[in-house]
């Protein structure tokens, strides 16, 4: 199972992105895939979870209102759809694979994803 984040990249405040995660290897609608972002000197951070279908979503609660997670209707692609971006949200994003949503107290925990994309960089300028 492998997994490639990408579009990522510098964008100003109040700006918009939206990242992508596609999968090789295997089918990516067996997967729920969870997002994550680690900003520099701080821990690994759950943002979303879309469950296979895509029929279910959940965001962690600071996460709620500008983050929106999809997938595209043949099902190959996840989206992470980020909206008003703040320097705060500086951070490598990564998604993440399993085959349903594992959420601790609401927030996708990421000791429970076995299967990691590399990682795309969302840099935020004021």
């Known amino acids: 199972v492998q997994l490639q984040a990408s579009g990522g990249g510098l964008v100003q405040a109040g700006g918009s992105l939206r990242l992508s995660c596609a999968g090789s290897?295997?089918?990516?609608?067996?997967?729920?895939i969870a997002w994550f972002r680690q900003a520099p000197g701080k821990e690994r951070e759950g943002i979303s979870c879309i469950t296979s279908s895509g029929r279910s979503t959940f965001y962690a609660d600071s996460m709620k209102g500008r983050f929106t997670t999809s997938r595209d209707n043949a099902n190959t692609t996840v989206f992470l759809l980020i909206d008003s971006l703040k320097p705060e949200d500086t951070a490598v994003y990564y998604c993440?694979?399993?085959?349903?949503?594992?959420?601790?107290?609401?927030?996708?925990?990421?000791?429970?994803?076995?299967?990691w994309g590399q990682g795309t960089l969302v840099t935020v300028s004021s």
């Open positions: 290897g295997f089918s990516l609608d067996d997967y729920a």
């Open positions: 993440a694979a399993n085959s349903i949503c594992r959420l601790q107290v609401g927030v996708p925990d990421p000791n429970k994803y076995p299967y």
